[in-house]
């Protein structure tokens, strides 16, 4: 592993990276050519009006690699030219020890957490970044990641949290939508498990969540232009304007957020692909926070089937539907796991020491003789292939 260069005092003691690049005054292009979206190819005929519009909102990784070099009461750090790292004063987060911000080009770029709390779960090296909002809708920021990953011989473990959104009318269709789904008066019904709350100011609803915060996946829904009225986030209608949104006095923004997860089967390496994107939001929607109309069919899987309907016209986003990662069966080590924390559960709380004891308190005899045949005829299976594999090993080894 190539060694990170790190210095043992500060450079440029007391100026600010921002405005200051080893000395030289860093002469900003134009605002609009730095907002420049990346989600309008510039080999594609710019066109006037657009119905939806998709960006990234939020991007975080978990890296690894050679952790940058502490050394107390030191602020900033030079990693490479390019590479700059300003520490926050205290004592980091309640994750990792230290928290910087980094600054590419001498550019505000994202925000890094190193030295973790608990390297036996995540290892030594691991660390978190996350990108600079601003820069999820400029020119050619997955590659400037790249860079800043590849400078440093730095390798990606995972997507942490991805923020897709889509703004426009599709965002507006799935609010009044939802709102028809969990009014009893309506005939629309939500396709899936997920619950859905709505948040309101008097009479006026102000937002709208899918899903709960602390699951995989979840989305929420809201007035961007009310929000950006209360925000700094001017960048936000610069990429509006530049993407060829068709705004309107309240423009809506459909979000979806998904944890690691849920972001297992996608390629990291895609996301400045809108296309892509849009195909990513598609495929956690379907069966989530799909719709259908209800009918006089009594079979609910038949009148889901035939009566669905999407809200956004995925082909002018070139959404397709993506495959998803399958379902790891669980080890012998989690299943270990489980057992032991159901049996000392069982016996802390209901006193129950074996398993007849379980059996007889619940009364499950006649379950246990009614599968028992099944079961050894699996387990006699399962154990022959492990011995299988066992003579296979050793004759091998020897």
């Not at 000395?23 to 900003?28: A, P, S």
């Not at 829904?221 to 700094?232: A, C, D, G, I």
């Not at 398993?355 to 007889?360: D, G, N, P």
């Not at 028992?372 to 020897?398: C, G, H, M, Q, S």
């Amino acid at each position: 592993m190539t060694k990170v260069e790190t210095l043992s005092r500060p450079t440029n003691l007391g100026i600010d990276p921002i405005e200051y690049n080893r000395g030289q005054l860093i002469q900003f292009p134009d605002l609009q050519n730095v907002l420049n979206p990346c989600y309008q190819r510039a080999t594609e005929e710019k066109k006037p009006y657009r119905d939806n519009v998709v960006s990234v909102d939020w991007f975080s990784v978990n890296l690894s690699g050679q952790l940058p070099k502490y050394v107390k009461d030191v602020t900033d750090y030079e990693l490479t030219e390019e590479i700059h790292l300003r520490r926050y004063n205290g004592n980091g987060t309640q994750t990792h020890e230290h928290l910087f911000d980094v600054y590419l080009n001498g550019e505000l770029f994202g925000e890094l957490k190193t030295h973790t709390r608990d390297p036996i779960r995540f290892g030594i090296d691991s660390m978190h970044f996350k990108l600079k909002n601003i820069r999820c809708t400029t020119l050619d920021w997955l590659d400037d990641f790249r860079y800043f990953v590849t400078s440093l011989n730095w390798s990606v473990k995972s997507l942490s949290q991805l923020d897709i959104a889509i703004d426009g009318i599709g965002a507006m269709k799935y609010k009044e939508t939802l709102l028809k789904s969990i009014d009893p008066k309506c005939n629309v019904y939500l396709k899936g498990k997920a619950g859905i709350d709505a948040t309101y100011s008097g009479k006026e609803v102000t937002s709208i969540r899918v899903g709960k915060r602390s699951s995989d996946k979840f989305a929420r829904l809201y007035n961007k232009t009310k929000e950006l009225n209360h925000s700094n986030k001017t960048y936000i209608r610069s990429f509006w304007a530049t993407s060829g949104l068709k705004t309107t006095e309240d423009t809506y923004r459909f979000e979806i957020v998904l944890k690691s997860k849920a972001l297992k089967s996608y390629d990291i390496w895609r996301l400045d692909d809108p296309e892509y994107l849009s195909s990513i939001f598609r495929t956690e929607v379907v069966n989530w926070a799909d719709f259908y109309r209800q009918t006089t069919d009594t079979n609910k899987a038949r009148a889901m089937k035939a009566n669905k309907f999407e809200l956004i016209d995925w082909k002018t986003l070139g959404a397709d539907l993506l495959p998803k990662a399958k379902a790891k069966t669980p080890t012998d080590v989690y299943r270990a796991k489980q057992v032991i924390k159901n049996t000392l559960r069982f016996r802390e709380v209901h006193g129950i020491k074996t398993l007849e004891e379980l059996i007889s308190k619940h009364d499950l005899q006649d379950y246990v003789d009614t599968k028992a045949t099944y079961w050894a005829e699996d387990w006699a299976k399962e154990k022959a292939r492990l011995n299988k594999f066992e003579d296979l090993l050793t004759t091998n080894l020897n």
